[in-house]
């Protein structure tokens, strides 16, 4: 799977006082990651698997030519263009032509594009472009990660944008100020820990404030938090959402481990994680593989070297073994420097391997002697290296299949499964679903947002074949269309009311069992409120019309109130 963009002819750039419009685009990292497109007056931004699309996504949920976005003037719309999934705005299946406003979420598969509008007149010499932001900020997540440096980057909204230049020129020499997408910036600053960063913040704010405006802030690090930059962009913008700017309390990352079977799990992982012991970790995509991965570096004497992650599926067979054995200056070309791998940037440490069933035959044979020698040799190059890393490697796959089967060498296999553990799948730990999702809301920030009882139930019901990862989802979806108040059921995706359930949940579907309880209590209401619908609606926390519309759906029309004795007849 890939993701292609294709740039159309260059358009008219904008008049200084109009504003500039942008699709901010979130993708697996595995098919692009993060990036911005610019939307121009009278232009199309198309999405789909052909390469005819502006947007290509190579995906099983994306169809050939998916949806478009057209903009003319100030009035952006997105139609579906028959696709087999469908397209849908904040969660909700699109009609042709649906307009969409700043900040309006366009779902196509596994991407996500978002609006925005800036309203910026011109652009500032000190601030880059976001492809030249996107670009700086991936060399530096290299640099840090390879060198053990510390890299922190701020994502930012001020209003008004005026004293923009005055936090430009503020930064270091060495910092890098860029556009991400409308009104959002992000500051790049190399060799800043959290701490650090978090001082860098406090000043910002302090000197927009004296410039008479208001700064929003939120702060990631790397390797702290992730280890690529679009995790980073990821990171930094949800600590932005929930206006994150103080460093997080000890275990605020830390996996929630409820249900019997998770809490043997982790006094395994408590037992081993101290060995030598090379450790695979199996499971489905997405149940937690990597936090696993997190608890046995943490908890073991290495924990003060780096973790070291690469996602083996993510990169070409020439590329994965460039990154993960580095490589010799003139190796090939545009090898213009050495460059160590992720193996050499381990050393001490451990090196977590994900997917590694996707590793292509030959570098495993590479990777099987760096376990039994202890050695790497870069690319293009004839000296050994030494090196000392402890091997984690993670897995959706059968491996005792893929070794059958000839596509994973039996050698490797024994070697990587000093130990074994299993992540089960979400489904079979349903104690940990609605903790897990309060755990997402309150890293949104959100704490005071609480979950309604239907809301808890459609969570507990729903079988989770996506897992933790579909879950967060869910969830940051809710906490979008909830606007700030209890997350109802209604505000989850229709999947998880109409979809398949968890073996052993009780009743039918969820959507129909949540209708029954919720007519249930609108004739409950209406009955002890004598009819009186403002009332009724107030004991429901619904607004009147709101009420008349369920009503209606439900078929109830109140009964003809009694008339009080002191009533005259009529």
């Known amino acids: ?7 159309q002819d260059a358009q008219t750039a904008p008049a200084a006082d109009q504003p500039r419009y942008s699709l901010l685009v979130h993708l697996p990292a595995e098919l692009g990651g993060a990036r911005v497109l610019p939307l121009e007056d009278g232009g199309e931004v198309s999405v789909g698997r052909s390469r005819g699309a502006t947007l290509t996504i190579d995906h099983d949920q994306v169809s050939r030519m998916h949806a478009a976005i057209r903009r003319a003037g100030d009035r952006v719309e997105v139609s579906d263009l028959g696709s ?13 032509g649906t307009p969409l406003r700043a900040g309006d979420e366009v779902g196509i598969g596994p991407a996500s594009l978002m609006l925005a509008v800036s309203s910026r007149a011109t652009r500032r010499a000190a601030v880059a472009d976001s492809d030249h932001g996107l670009r700086a900020l991936t060399g530096e997540v290299d640099r840090a990660t390879r060198y053990r440096r510390p890299l922190a980057v701020i994502m930012f909204r001020i209003e008004p944008e005026a004293a923009l230049d005055h936090l430009a020129a503020s ?31 406090q000043r910002l704010t302090e000197l927009a404030r004296r410039h ?9 690090t790397c390797p702290g938090n992730v280890s690529s930059a679009e995790a980073l962009i990821g990171a930094a913008a949800a600590a932005l959402r929930g206006e994150a700017t103080t460093t997080p309390a000890p275990g605020d990352h830390a996996p929630v481990v409820l249900d019997p079977v998770m809490v043997r799990l982790y006094e395994v992982i408590g037992r081993v994680a101290d060995s030598a012991l090379t450790v695979l970790i199996t499971g489905e995509t997405g149940v937690g593989k990597e936090l696993v991965a997190e ?24 590329l994965l073994e460039s990154e993960l054995f580095g490589h010799e200056r003139g190796a090939f070309t545009g090898a213009d420097r050495r460059k160590i791998g992720y193996v050499e940037a381990a050393d001490g440490g451990s090196l977590f391997l994900d997917e590694i069933g996707e590793m292509p035959l030959p570098l495993q044979a590479k990777l099987l002697r760096v376990l039994e020698q202890k050695v790497v040799t870069r690319v293009g190059g004839t000296s050994e290296v030494a090196v000392d890393v402890r091997l984690i490697a993670a897995t959706h796959r059968d491996l005792t299949g893929e070794v059958a089967a000839g596509r994973f060498r039996e050698d490797l296999f024994f070697r990587i499964t000093g130990v074994t553990l299993l992540v089960p799948p979400l489904r ?127 078929g109830l029309k109140p009964a003809p109130m009694p008339r009080r004795a002191d009533e005259p007849a009529t």
């Open 1 to 7: 799977m890939s993701t292609e963009l294709h740039t």
């Open 84 to 96: 087999r999934n469908g397209t849908r705005v904040n969660g909700i299946p699109v009609a042709p």
């Open 171 to 201: 930064l270091r020499t060495m910092d890098s100020l860029c556009e991400y997408g409308g009104d959002h910036y992000l500051a790049v600053l190399p060799e800043l820990d959290r701490s650090q960063a978090l001082v860098v913040t």
């Open 212 to 220: 008479g405006a208001a700064l929003h802030t939120g702060v990631a």
């Open 295 to 318: 608890a046995l570096h943490r908890d073991s004497t290495r924990r003060a070297a780096p973790l070291v992650r690469l996602n083996c599926a993510a990169l070409p067979e020439n």
């Open 428 to 554: 079979d730990r349903p104690s940990e679903i609605v903790p897990l999702a309060e755990h997402f809301i309150a890293a949104h920030g959100a704490n005071p947002i609480v979950l309604t009882e239907p809301a808890r139930d459609a969570l507990r019901a729903y079988d989770w074949p996506g897992n933790i990862r579909e879950l967060r989802n869910a969830i940051e979806r809710a906490l979008l269309l909830g606007g700030g108040g209890p997350i109802a059921a209604e505000d989850l995706p229709s999947r998880v009311l109409d979809g398949p359930q968890r073996p052993g949940a009780v009743g039918g579907p969820v959507r129909d069992r949540l209708a029954e309880l919720e007519r249930d209590a609108i004739v409950h209401a209406l009955d002890v409120e004598r009819n009186n619908q403002t009332r009724a609606a107030r004991r429901l926390g619904l607004s009147r019309r709101a009420l008349i519309y369920k009503m209606e759906k439900y």
